[in-house]
């Protein structure tokens, strides 16, 4: 009771086996369930006599399943004792878990123990269960133990180094993946290697050892096919067995020099039609068979679930999923059925031209015809073609874009090898050769142009000539790129090209030879430009001939202009681009420093002086915004030594009104001079609109800001500086004015000379409308009353310290609104301006003191109360228009209680 032994297959090692014990006079087996591990194997091995140093615990009946019952489960040793009877048992914690683990002898244990005799170096490797001694599962040597290798990033580079570790060739070595050698017994050495293929051993190799419990078990265990010393066939050749003819059979790959089958998962006719190829047979009409139809093959299945695009040399260049990885037996060999040959490789033909100097190019290969890509074909493998054809080596004219129609068959480049995926049939190229000798009767040469209608030699109507005839060209597509083709074509200026449409240079006759051209500009005849085929049939007459004007440029790319002032100091910034003005900036982040150095660009005065002016303010500029936003410091030559970067708006807030221009310094201007001031729209020369010249020209200043100190400044520099005060007014009191608003934020000092002299944002830099255009009321001095003055209008008998406030403006005594801002910081501004104690001074409303006459004259003041006088306190700008004209009558005028001494 309780004795132990290995059952094992005859030849196995007496060190390894199913472990099966003996309870009450019977054998069983022992469950391999997740409790099952080393240590239990290290007691096996101790009670067998043997060396417990180095035990594996084996799972998965690995030897072969045992008989009778299964004795023992969830056993979890310690690894210290004597006998495997002895060993703890985990409890179950519910049925389940007891009784699903091990229900037959799949699970049966096992264990290998360390065979005395038996000896390994680290790092060695060896190879089981291959067919030959090229091949097999890779396990490799670790603590005395061989172990596998996990297919974790297992590829063709660790399978070289494993190979040359082993003596033979590294090249075209095969990894295989999947267990493709069967699962190994025992320990999994290694879950990943990353060799960079010149390792000597796989240790040398970045490796991780620890293998991952969910992706690395023996189902996974990598191998290698290494290539044969001596071997049968080259790597990635391709024959055909078991067919009747040459031209048919089973396909068989060599890999390693090893012949092998093709599995016919997702075996298609374009994987036929590359074998057919790679054989030198037609790969037209090439047919697939399946399910081995001419016959099994014997020996590995290297290739499965194939992929071809058709245009690949050698089937082993098809996608697939990898050699020797499949699911296939024998009986899925694939087949194919090829086609002879109908050409000797390397011949070329001209098809479908005009006459036998021109047409498709068509090369032979693998005896079938197929076209030639247009992307690599040009002048000198035209030339090239056309020498071959007998005709003249040089003077060939490539054509693109199928211009002699669509051919059939596969696609190549010009040198024979296979043409990218990105070409089909609609890039086949053409050529029309020159030949020996010229016709002398012919009106002219195939791809000579020639311009007709114009009033020079520069421009006209573009006539080609085709098979000897002039013809048209229909303006469908046409544009300055194929124009600047045919100036270049004519050696003519190509600084402006501009392309003519609708018989600009009058209808032509004969036929309309070319219709859609769409060249890229670098082709050197108009020919060799992708257009409608000739065989299509166009849809042009001759009143959409083409035409062209061929111009020396009219600027150069860069240069500058202004356009649109009224003098030439000023105007919407042009720019030119490609030789013609077709291009203005777009005035996000334009500012006086780009000014003044595009001015100081132009030869004009530039300086601090110079105006930055947005919104297309001189007009809409030509051609295209240029979206560059300039950060110019103000000392720069031009504009293209200034700091650049693309515009930080959508292309939505970049349009021509969005268009900057300049108002450069000038002393030849002089309709006003800088920083001149002027009154605009008041009914006397001491009140209206606040105008600031620059530069000659008159502009508004915007009320931000606007105070009496703003005002004081600009009546004392009109000269108006007796009798009374100054008072600011806002919201274009007198009016809207036009043109410029130069000035916004003015903050005076109120000592000033001059309203240039003042603190202000950059010139013309603001963000008011003219509905914001600031005025001011001076002081008049022959007026009736002192401008800002006022006084108490009261009932006879009211006390003298209260009643309805009346203000003198321009000689003229009128009310002010008691609104809502009307309040005791008013009053008390009121009483200290009238000389008396501020204290305690309160605002009266609602005409209390009865109403006045005239005008009212101030609405929404809201003084803070330590003003000097009532004209100087800030007026609120309003929200709305019933929000500015609450106070329709005189039952709203303001009235004050001073304290009485």
């Not at 009784?99 to 360390?114: E, K, L």
Request: glycine share 12%; proline share 4%; charged share 20%.
């Amino acid at each position: 009771n309780g004795a132990i032994r290995l059952r094992r297959d005859e030849g196995d090692s007496t060190y390894q086996g199913t472990v099966e014990l003996c309870l009450n006079g019977n054998w069983g087996s022992v469950c391999a369930d997740r409790f099952w591990g080393d240590a239990d194997a290290r007691v096996v091995c101790s009670q067998l006599g043997l060396s417990p140093e180095g035990a594996i615990a084996v799972t998965d009946a690995a030897y072969g399943e045992g008989d009778g019952f299964i004795l023992l489960r969830r056993v979890h040793c310690a690894g210290d004792e004597s006998v495997l009877a002895q060993c703890p048992v985990v409890e179950p914690t519910s049925f389940f878990f007891d009784f699903t683990s091990c229900r037959s002898h799949a699970s049966d244990a096992g264990v290998i123990c360390r065979d005395p005799s038996f000896t390994c170096t680290d790092g060695d490797i060896r190879l089981q269960d291959g067919e030959t001694e090229f091949e097999g599962r890779v396990e490799i040597c670790r603590d005395n133990h061989f172990g596998t290798v996990c297919e974790q990033g297992w590829d063709e580079n660790d399978a070289q180094v494993a190979c040359r570790q082993l003596g033979y060739p590294g090249e075209n070595a095969i990894a295989v993946r999947g267990g493709y050698f069967g699962t190994g017994i025992g320990r999994i050495h290694i879950s990943s290697v990353d060799c960079l293929r010149s390792e000597t051993t796989l240790m040398d190799c970045p490796l991780s050892r620890d293998p991952h419990p969910f992706f690395c078990d023996h189902s996974a265990d990598a191998g290698v096919i290494c290539q044969v010393p001596d071997p049968d066939c080259s790597h990635g050749d391709v024959r055909l067995v078991g067919g009747l003819t040459e031209l048919e059979g089973r396909v068989d790959i060599c890999i390693g020099g090893r012949w092998g089958s093709v599995c016919d998962d997702a075996w298609d006719d374009i994987d036929a039609s590359v074998v057919c190829r790679q054989l030198g047979y037609s790969q037209n009409n090439s047919l697939a068979t399946d399910t081995a139809f001419f016959g099994r093959g014997t020996g590995p299945i290297f290739i499965d679930q194939t992929g071809c695009r058709g245009n690949e040399s050698r089937l082993l260049d098809c996608l697939h999923s990898g050699a020797g990885v499949h699911d296939c037996s024998h009986s899925e060999d694939a087949g194919v059925i090829c086609s002879a040959t109908t050409c000797e490789s390397g011949a070329v033909r001209l098809v479908n031209g005009f006459n036998e100097y021109s047409g498709r190019m068509e090369l032979c290969v693998n005896g079938q015809w197929g076209t030639i890509c247009d992307g690599n074909f040009r002048n000198e493998q035209a030339n090239d073609v056309c020498m071959k054809q007998g005709f003249r080596a040089t003077g060939a004219i490539p054509t693109s874009s199928a211009f002699f129609g669509e051919g059939e068959g596969s696609l190549y480049n010009s040198d024979g090898t296979a043409a990218s995926e990105q070409c089909s049939h609609r890039n086949d190229a053409g050529v029309f050769c020159q030949p020996l000798t010229a016709d002398p009767a012919s009106a002219c040469n195939t791809g000579e142009v020639r311009l007709m209608g114009g009033s020079s030699d520069n421009e006209g109507r573009v006539e080609v000539c085709l098979n000897n005839q002039w013809g048209t060209v229909c303006d469908d597509s046409w544009d300055d790129r194929s124009a600047a083709v045919v100036c270049n074509q004519l050696n003519l200026p190509i600084g402006v090209v501009t392309a003519v449409q609708n018989a600009g240079f009058g209808q032509g006759t004969g036929p309309v030879f070319l219709d859609d051209i769409k060249c890229r500009g670098n082709e050197t005849n108009i020919l060799s430009c992708p257009q409608l085929p000739k065989d299509r049939p166009h849809n042009c007459r001759h009143s959409e001939d083409a035409g062209v004007q061929c111009q020396e440029p009219t600027c150069l790319s860069g240069d500058v202009r202004l356009a649109g002032g009224e003098n030439p100091n000023e105007g919407t910034v042009e720019v030119c681009v490609e030789n013609r003005w077709e291009g203005s900036i777009c005035d996000e982040g334009w500012d006086n420093a780009d000014a003044a150095v595009l001015c100081r660009q132009l030869g004009l005065e530039g300086g601090v002086t110079a105006v930055a002016v947005r919104g297309s303010f001189f007009g809409d500029g030509p051609g295209e915004v240029l979206r560059t936003q300039y950060g110019c410091f103000g000392n720069e030559s031009e504009l293209s030594e200034c700091l650049s970067e693309p515009a930080n708006t959508p292309d939505s807030f970049c349009t021509h009104d969005d268009d900057v221009g300049v108002i450069c310094p000038s002393a030849e201007v002089t309709n006003c001079t800088t920083g001149d001031i002027r009154l605009e729209g008041g009914s006397t020369e001491y009140l209206g609109r606040v105008e600031v010249c620059l530069h000659g020209r008159w502009g508004t200043v915007c009320d931000d800001g606007w105070d009496s100190k703003d005002a004081t400044v600009v009546c004392n520099q009109l000269g108006f500086t007796e009798n009374g005060y100054s008072v600011p007014l806002h919201l274009s009191a007198f009016g809207f004015g036009t043109g410029l608003i130069f000035l916004d934020e003015v903050q005076c000092e109120g000592t000033e000379a001059s309203l240039l002299g003042c603190r202000t944002h950059e010139i013309g830099n603001h963000n008011c409308f003219h509905s914001e255009d600031a005025s001011v009321i001076c002081p008049a001095p022959d007026s009736a009353c002192q401008n800002g003055a006022i006084r108490l209008r009261r009932d006879e008998g009211d006390s003298t310290y209260q009643g309805t406030v009346e203000l003198c403006l321009n000689g003229n005594w009128g009310s002010v609104c008691a609104d809502r801002f009307w309040g005791d910081a008013d009053a008390r501004v009121v009483c200290s301006q009238l000389g008396l104690s501020p204290e305690g001074a309160i605002a009266v409303t609602d005409a209390a003191y009865g109403e006045g006459e005239g005008s009212i004259l101030l609405r929404r003041v809201h003084c803070t109360g330590n003003e000097s006088v009532l004209a100087h306190c800030p007026v609120v700008e309003p929200t709305s228009f019933f929000f500015d004209f609450s106070c329709f009558s005189h039952a709203s005028d303001a009235g004050v209680i001073c304290r009485d001494p």
